[in-house]
């Protein structure tokens, strides 16, 4: 089944103790996104990969970082939360070549910072 | 990058009725998507429309789009409680093709 995999879904955590969020995706998609989600601001991108080893910011990059070694995974590290990345992220991928854009998400990954 | 804009933020009506949703952007567009959200889950593609097509169908849903007003809709016919989600249009504009994303339409059907 074609599925983008976050992990974990649910943490709790407290600041400045590192951790990461997984995702993977098992449709050799070449493009693969994160967004955070808050309540009444809507889904905003933190960063973006276009292809293996390429990988720029969005709109919300501060705090974050990524990497993209392989294809399928792209997992978002937040080297020190804080309190203000409490969210909701999503991570996504897509296929360019297809010339449609068409995003698929995780399921989401809910993040408590203490 | 821009985002569409979403109108109205938050929509109520009866199971039956049908639901609009309105979506402005800023600038040219490649194609435009409508995805919806339930509530705290992934969102998922509902459908896309071409900067070249003015309307397009897909079940119970239909979309417009209006390049020379920067305006698209998304109706949902015959709305059933299960349609309670948020909607989110997404221009995709530029060489990537990727969509960018709004706050969103909160949609409540009541039974």
């Known amino acids: 089944e074609a599925q983008v995999t976050q992990n974990p879904r649910y943490l709790i955590t407290v600041t400045g103790k590192k951790l990461t969020v997984t995702c993977s995706q098992n449709?050799?998609?070449?493009?693969m996104s994160w967004y955070r989600q808050d309540p009444g601001l809507g889904l905003r991108q933190i960063y973006y990969?276009?292809?293996?080893?390429?990988?720029d910011k969005g709109d919300v990059p501060e705090g974050y970082k990524v990497s993209r070694k392989e294809k399928r995974n792209f997992p978002l590290i937040l080297e020190s939360p804080s309190p203000n990345q409490t969210s909701l992220y999503f991570c996504?991928?897509?296929?360019?070549?297809?010339?449609?854009?068409?995003?698929?998400f995780g399921e989401g990954s809910r993040l408590t910072v203490l | 990058s821009q985002q569409g804009e979403e109108d109205p933020q938050a929509l109520s009506i009866q199971e039956g009725e049908n639901a609009t949703m309105n979506c402005s952007y800023k600038?040219?567009?490649?194609?435009l998507q409508w995805y919806r959200q339930n509530s705290g889950r992934g969102l998922v593609h509902l459908i896309l429309?071409?900067?070249?097509?003015r309307e397009k169908h897909s079940g119970r849903l239909r979309v417009t789009l209006d390049t020379s007003k920067k305006s698209s809709s998304l109706l949902i016919t015959a709305s059933r409680a299960a349609d309670t989600a948020s909607y989110f249009c997404?221009?995709?504009?530029?060489?990537?093709?990727?969509?960018?994303f709004g706050r969103g339409t909160s949609l409540i059907v009541h039974p």
């Open positions: 429309i071409r900067s070249n097509e």
């Open positions: 990969s276009m292809n293996v080893e390429v990988t």
């Open positions: 997404a221009p995709a504009s530029g060489g990537s093709y990727i969509p960018t």
């Open positions: 996504a991928s897509s296929q360019r070549t297809t010339n449609t854009g068409e995003l698929f």
């Open positions: 600038t040219s567009i490649n194609n």
């Open positions: 449709m050799n998609h070449e493009y």
